[in-house]
């Protein structure tokens, strides 16, 4: 399953939801999460009639391995900016962020490149 909410930033109201169903054909891998679940979630976004400015995704952006997460993955082919929100650490290092919802702490990658945060949510 996939879907697509479109909100309008200055409200949070919903402008569009479109979704789409599809049987999964490559099984879970870390780290190749982009051909396991990109194709529904592409579809999802080919019924959007709204052209979003920028997207979020459940998944890493370029706090990955190879740098191309879903995140980075599905923007490059819907050529929108997009962000990986992931629930977990797939690559990188962080100290622990404060106890404040909303403390952050930088996520590096080696060489102490900055690909992200971790947030207190």
């Known amino acids: 399953f ?4 479109v909100l309008r930033a200055s409200d949070w109201s919903v402008v569009e939801t479109q979704g789409a169903i599809r049987e999964m054909l490559f099984p879970y891998v870390p ?3 982009s051909f396991r679940e990109a194709p529904v979630l592409l579809e999802a976004f080919a019924k959007v009639q709204s052209r979003p400015d920028a997207v979020m995704i459940d998944g890493q952006g370029i706090a990955h391995p190879r740098r191309l997460g879903i995140a980075a993955h599905v923007g490059l082919w819907l050529d929108v900016p997009c962000m990986g929100c992931a629930k977990s650490r797939l690559y990188g290092k962080y100290k622990e ?5 909303g403390d952050l702490s930088p996520l590096t990658a080696a060489g102490g490149e900055v690909v992200g945060s971790a947030v207190r949510t």
């Open 2 to 5: 996939a879907l697509v909410v």
């Open 97 to 101: 962020p404060g106890t404040k919802v």
């Open 31 to 33: 780290g190749l999460l």
